[in-house]
C-alpha cells in the first residue's frame, strides 16, 4: 500500500544554488500525528536497491507527480533519520518558487512517498511501526496544503488493514469492503472495481461470494 508522511519540519540547510539538505523522516520515538513510528533500518533495503540501479527517489512539490522540482542526490540513514541531500532545480518556475519560500521560511517541511513492505501493528494502541519501506519520492510541502491528503492517504491504509485482517480471520466482506481492501493493495480505482465484481458479485449466494473473495486473497498470498 502506499502512503505519504506526516510533514517533517527538518530542513537544516538551504544555499542559494538551490542545494539543500535536511531529514524526511525520524526514527522511533512518540508515533506521529497519523499514529505511525518509523523502525531505524527502514529504508537501509530500499536505500541498497536504488543505490544497485543508479537511480534516486525523485523530489516532487506536494507529492505531485507531474511537478518535479529538483533531485535527490544523496540520501542515508544515521541515529536520528533519514538525511537527504537535494537540488532544487532554478531553470523551472516551481523550483526557483520552492527555493524562495524555502529562504523566507515559509514552508519548511518534507514529506515521503513510500510503498509499506514489512510493518508491525499495537492492537492495543493502534501504531503502526514500520519496519521495512520502499522509498519512492520525497516531496517539498507545506503542511497546511498537505495534511488533509495525508490524513486521507493514511485512513485509507489502515481500513485496508483491517479489512486484511478480517479476511485472513475468514470474515466475510461486502463487495465495497473487498474492493477497498483492493485499493489498499495498490490496485486502481478502475481495476479495483473489476476484480471485486469478478470475484464477488454474480458469484451464487453471498456466502458463497465471500469464499471466492478468501480464495482469491489465497491465491494473492501464494
Known amino acids: 500500500m502506499d ?21 524526511g523522516s525520524t526514527f522511533g520515538g512518540e508515533p506521529d500525528a497519523y499514529g505511525d513510528v518509523i523502525a531505524a533500518g527502514a529504508y ?5 536497491s536504488h543505490q544497485a540501479k543508479g537511480t534516486m527517489p525523485k523530489l516532487f512539490w506536494q507529492h505531485n507527480p507531474s511537478e518535479p522540482i529538483g533531485k535527490w542526490l544523496d540520501a542515508k ?13 532554478m531553470d523551472v518556475q516551481r523550483g526557483r518558487e520552492a527555493h524562495a ?12 512517498g513510500y510503498r509499506i513492505k514489512e510493518y508491525s501493528v499495537d492492537t492495543e494502541t493502534s501504531v503502526w511501526t514500520l519496519e521495512k519501506l ?7 510541502v507545506s503542511v497546511g496544503a498537505n495534511e488533509n491528503a495525508v490524513v486521507q492517504s493514511v485512513k485509507a491504509a489502515k481500513a485496508a488493514h483491517d ?15 473487498f474492493e477497498t481492501w483492493l485499493k489498499g493493495l495498490g ?25 471466492d473473495g478468501v480464495a482469491f ?6
Open 217 to 222: 486473497l489465497r491465491a494473492l498470498k501464494g
Open 101 to 112: 519560500l524555502l529562504k523566507a521560511g515559509d514552508i519548511d517541511g518534507l514529506s515521503i
Open 44 to 48: 537501509t533495503d530500499s536505500l541498497k
Open 3 to 23: 502512503k505519504t508522511t506526516a510533514p517533517l519540519l527538518e530542513i537544516k540547510a538551504l544555499k542559494d544554488s538551490g542545494e539543500f539538505e535536511g531529514y
Open 134 to 140: 520502499d522509498l519512492v519520492e520525497v516531496s517539498i
Open 163 to 177: 479489512l486484511f485482517e478480517r479476511l485472513k480471520a475468514g470474515d466475510r466482506l461486502t463487495e465495497r469492503e
Open 187 to 211: 490496485l486502481s480505482n478502475s481495476q479495483a472495481e473489476r476484480a471485486a465484481r469478478l470475484h464477488l458479485k454474480g458469484q451464487g449466494e453471498p456466502a458463497e461470494a465471500a469464499d
Open 77 to 89: 540513514e544515521d541515529g536520528h533519520g533519514l538525511l537527504l541531500k537535494g537540488k532544487l532545480n
